[in-house]
T-cell receptor, first 113, second 108 residues
Framework: EADIYQTPRYLVIGTGKKITLECSQT?????MYWYQQDPGMELHLIHY???????EKGDLSSESTVSRIRTEHFPLTLESARPSHTSQYLC????????????FGQGTRLTVV | GQNIDQPTEMTATEGAIVQINCTYQ??????LFWYQQHAGEAPTFLSY????GLEEKGRFSSFLSRSKGYSYLLLKELQMKDSASYLC?????????FGAGTTVTVRA
């Protein structure tokens, strides 16, 4: 059983609000990822991290930012939410750079009204 | 993205075999993963290939050809619960990117 948690599971907020989506893992994994996925659509990599103090932008341009101050924690922040940010956000982690699977959290479904 | 291509949909009968093909970019290649995702759920890991050849794990097998930038996932003895989206994911320069997924529908 993977130990990676995302909170909140569901969030409805108004336009212009600042929000932080939490992701924590208790497996000591160095590699962490954030993906964005619309219903029935593909996963788009928006941010990833190799370890503490490492953050990289993914393939999909995103107005969100991330931080990695602790190994187990990889929060994603939207400074000013817009309706176009409505989507599902999935966090994942893996033990090493190459030959290990990525474990996914249950996701946060964000709706901006 | 990493230009990962896989078919959009496939339909098969219970008990049959289905093969899902995937092509990916070979530059900076570190490995190829297959994931299963049921509607509304997070993806779950199925298989990993980094060397050429076939990896078998129960009813599921995955094949890789590094020189061709090609992989396939083989699902045998299909069951109704196998109806899901199957995601091909390529690790390139240590960055994991996903294809759009292949929706497999298993019919009785």
């Amino acid at each position: 059983e993977a130990d990676i948690y995302q909170t909140p599971r569901y969030l409805v907020i108004g336009t212009g609000k600042k929000i932080t989506l939490e992701c924590s893992q208790t497996m000591g994994h160095d590699k962490m990822y954030w993906y964005q996925q619309d219903p029935g659509m593909e996963l788009h990599l928006i941010h990833y991290s190799y370890g503490v103090n490492s953050t990289e932008k993914g393939d999909l341009s995103s107005e969100s930012t991330v931080s990695r101050i602790r190994t187990e924690h990889f929060p994603l922040t939207l400074e000013s939410a817009r309706p176009s940010h409505t989507s599902q956000y999935l966090c994942a982690s893996s033990e090493s750079l190459v030959n290990t699977e990525a474990f996914f959290g249950q996701g946060t479904r964000l709706t901006v009204v | 993205g990493q230009n990962i291509d896989q078919p959009t949909e496939m339909t098969a009968t219970e008990g049959a075999i289905v093969q899902i093909n995937c092509t990916y970019q070979t530059s900076g290649f570190n490995g190829l993963f297959w994931y299963q995702q049921h509607a509304g759920e997070a993806p779950t890991f199925l298989s990993y290939n980094v060397l050429d050849g076939l990896e078998e794990k129960g009813r599921f097998s995955s094949f890789l050809s590094r020189s061709k930038g090609y992989s396939y996932l083989l699902l045998k003895e299909l069951q109704m619960k196998d109806s899901a989206s199957y995601l091909c994911a390529s690790l390139n320069d240590y960055k994991l990117s996903f294809g759009a997924g292949t929706t497999v529908t298993v019919r009785a």
